[in-house]
């Protein structure tokens, strides 16, 4: 189990802080509104009002001592930068920042941020990616490049082994996974067969990924 801290409980603070604890971790919650407190209180372990731009504050709650801290904090960017500026300087070895431009990442970053997530942004490729092509389910952006796609596999692919199929040569794609109805392959190997709604989960460049999709 772990413990998490998560500073600003608005929309993208609380679905982090309560899918943290429905995995089963430890998660205190900090936000400056009474009411944002209130409503989380009986889901997470420990929920405070309090104001995040206070040095003291965040020693009280002992910020420190979590495995890795979430600043959530949106409109006021200037409590969301100084909240992770106090909390590097506290030694918090995890810090995770959310971030609105790419401006605002680089400043996070250079104030101390481990991770910088930009949630709109990063939705915002999800839904371009699933839209363009129906059979994405899944993406993960590992570089403006290269991603780990989920997707259906293709009727050109369905009753063929890998082998056969020779993806790797053909459009320069690997794949990681495959999930059957009940059942999931991990690094499969020549001798594995595509079959009827089995999903993909394949690494490469985009452009071949999509190629592939199609
Ligand atoms: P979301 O999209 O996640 O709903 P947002 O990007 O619009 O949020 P805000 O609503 O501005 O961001 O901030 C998220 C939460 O952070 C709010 O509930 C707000 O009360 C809280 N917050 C803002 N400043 C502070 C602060 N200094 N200390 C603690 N909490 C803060």
Same mark, same amino acid.
């Given at each position: 189990m772990? $413990?998490y801290?998560?500073? &600003? *409980?608005?929309?993208f603070?609380?679905s982090?802080?309560?899918t943290?604890?429905?995995?089963g =971790?430890?998660v205190? @919650?900090?936000?400056? $509104?009474?009411k ?9 372990? =420990? ?7 206070? %040095? %003291? ?5 002992? +910020? ?5 801290? +979430? ?15 106090? *909390?590097s /300087?506290? &030694? ?10 790419? *401006? =605002?990442?680089?400043? *996070? !970053?250079?104030?101390?941020?481990t991770r910088? +997530?930009f949630? !709109? ?8 990616? #699933?839209i ?6 899944d993406y993960i952006e590992?570089? /403006?490049h290269? #991603?780990?796609?989920?997707f ?5 692919f369905? @009753? ?11 459009y320069?794609? $690997? ?5 059957? !109805?009940?059942?999931?392959?991990v690094?499969?190997g020549? !001798? /594995?067969?595509? %079959? ?9 460049d ?9």
């Open positions: 772990g $413990s801290a998560v500073i &600003g *409980l608005g929309r603070g609380a982090v802080a309560t943290l604890v429905s995995l =971790h430890e205190l @919650g900090l936000d400056k $509104s009474e944002k407190v209130h409503e989380l209180a009986d889901v997470l372990t =420990h929920a405070a009002a309090a104001d995040a731009k206070d %040095e %003291e504050v965040l020693k009280t709650f002992g +910020v420190r001592n979590f495995d890795a801290v +979430v600043v959530a904090i949106g409109q006021d960017v200037e409590a969301n930068i100084l909240t992770t500026v106090m *909390l /300087d506290m &030694g918090v070895k995890n810090i995770i920042a959310k971030a609105k431009t790419e *401006l =605002h990442g680089k400043v *996070l !970053e250079r104030v101390g941020a910088i +997530v949630p !709109e942004k990063d939705m915002g490729v999800k839904v371009a990616n #699933s363009s092509s129906e059979r994405i389910l590992l570089s /403006d290269h #991603s780990i796609v989920e259906l596999a293709p009727n050109k369905i @009753g063929k082994t890998l082998g056969k199929l020779n993806l790797r040569a053909k320069g794609i $690997s794949i990681l996974a495959i999930r059957k !109805e009940d059942d999931i392959v690094a499969p020549a !001798e /594995d067969l595509i %079959e009827e709604n089995d999903l993909l989960v394949v690494l490469g985009n452009k071949a990924i999509d190629k592939s999709t199609r």
